[in-house]
């Protein structure tokens, strides 16, 4: 779903088929698969935080921080490059080609470089709905904001460190793997969802 648009069913997903070449694309096939291996296949690895009785979110350890960076940072790099108006949002102008280095480097960079923080909801909704990414700022910094449907990733635009309590959630080398708990009926993709759902039901009463 685009954010001032109105539904469109695509239920294999959103592709760019002139990014790169079929030969290209299968470079980046192991980062996929690990990040689908994780946050799909293995989910049931993960445990839940518990706070005064509440599910605030869920970790697991074991996970090689290399590939599951590379998966996100070339998630954002194809949008970043891609002219599909699903993307239109996502535009890192220098840093695109900082990126791509890494990428044929194998180098996922520290921490603090292109920080990832993961959220999770299990809101049933949450699992038919995929907002398009954008841009959004916590504390003056500027994170990309990815849907997959129940997991939500938020790259952080730059190098600047996480200073906030934030920090403690980033994907780090050498620690557990995160996520917060995300409430899926007070979010902004709800609020998107619902103005979808206006928009659509005036153009059906045209």
């Not at 979110?57 to 790099?77: A, C, M, N, P, T």
């Amino acid at each position: 779903m685009s954010q001032n648009g109105y539904p469109k069913k695509s239920p294999i997903g959103v592709y760019d088929k002139e990014i790169l070449c079929a030969g290209c694309e299968k470079g980046f096939q192991l980062w996929d698969d690990y990040g689908q291996k994780i946050f799909l296949q293995e989910f049931d690895q993960f445990s839940p935080r518990i706070y005064h009785g509440k599910v605030v979110g869920y970790e697991r350890g074991e996970i090689d921080y290399s590939r599951l960076k590379l998966f996100f940072l070339s998630v954002l790099w194809r949008a970043s490059v891609s002219n599909h108006n699903f993307y239109a949002s996502v535009n890192l102008g220098s840093s695109e080609r900082s990126i791509q280095d890494q990428l044929e480097r194998n180098d996922p960079g520290n921490a603090d470089e292109f920080s990832i923080v993961l959220a999770h909801s299990d809101d049933p909704l949450s699992k038919k709905t995929m907002i398009n990414p954008r841009l959004t700022s916590f504390d003056g910094i500027n994170y990309y904001v990815f849907d997959f449907t129940v997991f939500v990733a938020y790259i952080k635009d730059g190098n600047i460190p996480i200073s906030t309590e934030l920090r403690n959630f980033q994907l780090a080398p050498g620690q557990d793997l995160a996520l917060l708990s995300k409430d899926f009926q007070d979010s902004y993709e709800m609020e998107i969802l619902d103005d979808i759902v206006k928009k659509t039901r005036d153009l059906m009463q045209r």
